[in-house]
C-alpha cells in the first residue's frame, strides 16, 4: 500500500465525512478503473472516446461497487477481487499477456481504501515446469539438433534454401520430394538446397527409426531433426527451429522457404520471381489479411479471447508455403521474445513480423499460391509457384510431364 495515499487519506478525513467519501471515491475511481477497464479497452483506444462511451458506464458500475462497499464492510474485514486482464496489445502492438492483478479493500482507520497489488512472481531457482496450456507452446526454450548439416549453407553457398517440415516416420513424402521439385541443385544458374526438418517421434518404435533417420542422413545429408516433441500442436516450435537453424547456419543465403510436404513447387517460377524481390525484410506467400479468430472451440484453429483478445489477425503468410529474405530469420527469432508463442504458426510469424513493423508482402500474382489444388495441366502448372495437390495425385509423374520439352500453353 502507498504511504502517500494512506496519508492522503487520513488528511481528508479531518475535513468532513462528505469530503471524506469523495476523496475515496477518486481513490477507488482510480484503481477500479484500472482493474475492470484495461481488459475491455481496444489497442487503438482513444481517450476521447473513451470518455464519451465508456465512463459513464464505468461511473455507474463504480457508484454500485462504492455503495456495496460501504454497505457490507466491516471494521476490519477485507474483500478481495481477483481479476486476470485478458492480454490485450500494447502500444507497439506485441501481444502481452494475462497478469494476475489482486485489489483488496483494506479497512484502515475504519475507512475503505482499494488497493491494487500486483503479482511480481519472483520465482527462485529453478522454475518449475509449467504447461503452457493448450494454445501456447513451449517457445522460446532451449532445443538442440540431433542430426544436422552445419556445413551445408556454407560449402555449396545456395541462393535459396527450401526447408520441409515433416514427421520423421514420414520417409514417403520425403523420397516424393527428392524426386520431383526438390530433387534439382542448380536451377537458372542459381543454387538450391533442399532441407527436411523433423521433431522427436513420440510414439512406438523410436529406437528403429533413430536408426534409419541415421541411415537416410548419411545417404542424402538433407536431415536436420531437433528434440521437440514433433506433433502438429508443436508447429510453431519447428518453424522457430527453422528460423534458430537458418540464422546460425544459412546466414549468407539470400532467400529461405517453407513448403510443407504435400505441395507442389515449381522452382524456377520461384527463382525468377525472387531475381526481382526486395533483399531485405521480405516475406511473401499467399498473404492473408484481415485474418478473422475462430472463437468456436469446435474449431481447427480455435483460439481464445483470453489468449488473443482482437478479432482479426494481423496480416500473415499462410503456412502452406511462405518465402522470406534470410535476415528476417534472426530478426523473427528476437522478436519471438517479446509475443508469446501461440500454436497457429502461421499466425504467429504474422504476430512476430507486426511486432517488427515489417507487413508479409502480396505477390506479384495472386494465381501464384494456391492454397486449393490446381489440377494438373503443363499450361497450369507452368504459370504457378505453388500449390497444394489432390491427396493420390502421383507428383513425381507431375514432375517428369512438366519438365518435357516443348509449349506448355
Ligand atoms: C474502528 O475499528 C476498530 C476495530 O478494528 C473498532 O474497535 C473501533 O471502534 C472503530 N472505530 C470507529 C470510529 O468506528
Ligand atoms: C492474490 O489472491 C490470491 C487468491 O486469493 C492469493 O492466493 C494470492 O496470494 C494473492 N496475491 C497477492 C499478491 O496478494
Ligand atoms: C511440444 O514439445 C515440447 C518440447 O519437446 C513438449 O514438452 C510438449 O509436450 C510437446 N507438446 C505436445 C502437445 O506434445
Ligand atoms: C497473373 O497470372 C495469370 C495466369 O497465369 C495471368 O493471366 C495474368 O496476366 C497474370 N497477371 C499479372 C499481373 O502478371
Given at each position: 500500500?502507498?504511504?502517500?495515499?494512506?496519508?492522503?487519506?487520513?488528511?481528508?478525513?479531518?475535513?468532513?465525512?462528505?469530503?471524506?467519501?469523495?476523496?475515496?471515491?477518486?481513490?477507488?475511481?482510480?484503481?477500479?478503473?484500472?482493474?475492470?477497464?484495461?481488459k475491455?479497452?481496444?489497442?487503438?483506444?482513444?481517450?476521447?472516446?473513451?470518455?464519451?462511451?465508456?465512463?459513464?458506464?464505468?461511473?455507474?458500475?463504480?457508484?454500485?461497487?462504492?455503495?456495496?462497499?460501504?454497505?457490507?464492510?466491516?471494521?476490519?474485514?477485507?474483500?478481495?477481487?481477483t481479476t486476470a486482464a485478458a492480454g490485450f496489445?500494447?502500444?507497439?502492438?506485441?501481444v502481452v499477456f494475462p497478469q494476475t492483478?489482486?485489489?483488496?479493500?483494506?479497512?484502515?482507520?475504519?475507512?475503505?481504501?482499494?488497493?491494487?497489488?500486483?503479482n511480481?512472481r519472483?520465482v527462485?531457482?529453478?522454475a518449475p515446469y509449467v504447461s503452457p496450456g493448450p494454445y501456447l507452446v513451449e517457445y522460446p526454450s532451449?532445443?538442440?539438433?540431433?542430426?544436422?548439416?552445419?556445413?551445408?549453407?556454407?560449402?555449396?553457398?545456395?541462393?535459396?534454401?527450401?526447408?520441409?517440415?515433416?514427421?520423421?516416420?514420414?520417409?514417403?513424402?520425403?523420397?516424393?520430394?527428392?524426386?520431383?521439385?526438390?530433387?534439382?541443385?542448380?536451377?537458372?544458374?542459381?543454387?538450391?538446397?533442399?532441407?527436411?526438418?523433423?521433431?522427436?517421434?513420440s510414439?512406438?518404435?523410436?529406437?528403429?527409426?533413430?536408426?534409419?533417420?541415421?541411415?537416410?542422413?548419411?545417404?542424402?545429408?538433407?536431415?536436420?531433426?531437433?528434440?521437440f516433441v514433433?506433433c502438429y500442436k508443436n508447429l510453431t516450435i519447428k518453424?522457430m527451429?527453422?528460423?534458430?537453424?537458418?540464422?546460425?547456419?544459412?546466414?549468407?543465403?539470400?532467400?529461405?522457404?517453407?513448403?510443407?510436404?504435400?505441395?507442389?513447387?515449381?522452382?524456377?517460377?520461384?527463382?525468377?520471381?525472387?531475381?526481382?524481390?526486395?533483399?531485405?525484410?521480405?516475406?511473401?506467400?499467399?498473404?492473408?489479411?484481415?485474418?478473422?479468430v475462430l472463437r468456436d472451440p469446435k474449431s481447427k484453429w480455435f483460439l481464445p479471447v483470453e489468449v488473443y483478445p482482437h478479432?482479426?489477425?494481423?496480416?500473415?503468410?499462410?503456412?502452406?508455403?511462405?518465402?522470406?529474405?534470410?535476415?528476417?530469420?534472426?530478426?523473427?527469432?528476437?522478436?519471438s521474445?517479446?509475443v508469446k508463442a501461440v500454436y497457429i504458426e502461421?499466425v504467429y510469424?504474422?504476430l512476430?513480423?507486426?511486432?517488427?513493423?515489417?507487413?508479409?508482402?502480396?505477390?506479384?500474382?495472386?494465381?501464384?499460391?494456391?492454397?486449393?489444388?490446381?489440377?494438373?495441366?503443363?499450361?497450369?502448372?507452368?504459370?504457378?509457384?505453388?500449390?497444394?495437390?489432390?491427396?493420390?495425385?502421383?507428383?513425381?509423374?507431375?514432375?517428369?510431364?512438366?519438365?518435357?520439352?516443348?509449349?506448355?500453353?
Amino acid at each position: 500500500m502507498d504511504g502517500g495515499k494512506m496519508a492522503e487519506g487520513r488528511r481528508c478525513c479531518i475535513w468532513s465525512r462528505r469530503h471524506c467519501f469523495f476523496c475515496i471515491l477518486v481513490l477507488a475511481a482510480l484503481l477500479f478503473f484500472y482493474s475492470t477497464n484495461m481488459k475491455e479497452m481496444p489497442t487503438d483506444w482513444n481517450p476521447r472516446q473513451w470518455i464519451q462511451y465508456t465512463a459513464p458506464k464505468w461511473w455507474k458500475q463504480l457508484n454500485g461497487h462504492i455503495r456495496n462497499e460501504f454497505n457490507t464492510s466491516r471494521p476490519g474485514s477485507t474483500s478481495q477481487l481477483t481479476t486476470a486482464a485478458a492480454g490485450f496489445t500494447s502500444a507497439n502492438n506485441s501481444v502481452v499477456f494475462p497478469q494476475t492483478e489482486n485489489i483488496t479493500s483494506t479497512q484502515v482507520t475504519n475507512v475503505t481504501i482499494t488497493t491494487l497489488t500486483t503479482n511480481a512472481r519472483a520465482v527462485p531457482t529453478p522454475a518449475p515446469y509449467v504447461s503452457p496450456g493448450p494454445y501456447l507452446v513451449e517457445y522460446p526454450s532451449e532445443y538442440h539438433f540431433l542430426i544436422n548439416e552445419p556445413q551445408k549453407c556454407e560449402q555449396q553457398k545456395p541462393f535459396l534454401v527450401l526447408v520441409v517440415p515433416v514427421a520423421p516416420q514420414n520417409r514417403a513424402h520425403r523420397d516424393i520430394i527428392r524426386n520431383s521439385w526438390g530433387g534439382e541443385s542448380l536451377i537458372l544458374g542459381r543454387v538450391v538446397s533442399l532441407f527436411f526438418l523433423l521433431g522427436l517421434h513420440s510414439g512406438e518404435g523410436g529406437e528403429q527409426l533413430k536408426e534409419q533417420l541415421l541411415q537416410e542422413s548419411k545417404e542424402h545429408q538433407d536431415l536436420i531433426q531437433s528434440d521437440f516433441v514433433d506433433c502438429y500442436k508443436n508447429l510453431t516450435i519447428k518453424t522457430m527451429v527453422m528460423l534458430e537453424w537458418l540464422d546460425s547456419y544459412c546466414s549468407s543465403v539470400s532467400y529461405a522457404m517453407k513448403i510443407d510436404s504435400d505441395m507442389f513447387l515449381n522452382v524456377p517460377n520461384l527463382i525468377n520471381m525472387l531475381i526481382s524481390a526486395p533483399k531485405t525484410n521480405y516475406m511473401t506467400g499467399l498473404v492473408a489479411s484481415e485474418g478473422a479468430v475462430l472463437r468456436d472451440p469446435k474449431s481447427k484453429w480455435f483460439l481464445p479471447v483470453e489468449v488473443y483478445p482482437h478479432p482479426v489477425y494481423p496480416r500473415y503468410a499462410l503456412g502452406l508455403g511462405y518465402i522470406f529474405s534470410l535476415d528476417l530469420a534472426k530478426k523473427l527469432v528476437e522478436a519471438s521474445r517479446h509475443v508469446k508463442a501461440v500454436y497457429i504458426e502461421d499466425v504467429y510469424l504474422g504476430l512476430c513480423m507486426q511486432h517488427l513493423g515489417i507487413p508479409p508482402t502480396n505477390p506479384p500474382n495472386w494465381s501464384y499460391f494456391n492454397v486449393f489444388p490446381v489440377s494438373y495441366s503443363r499450361c497450369a502448372y507452368s504459370r504457378l509457384i505453388a500449390t497444394t495437390t489432390q491427396e493420390n495425385i502421383d507428383r513425381v509423374w507431375i514432375w517428369k510431364d512438366l519438365k518435357k520439352p516443348g509449349r506448355t500453353c
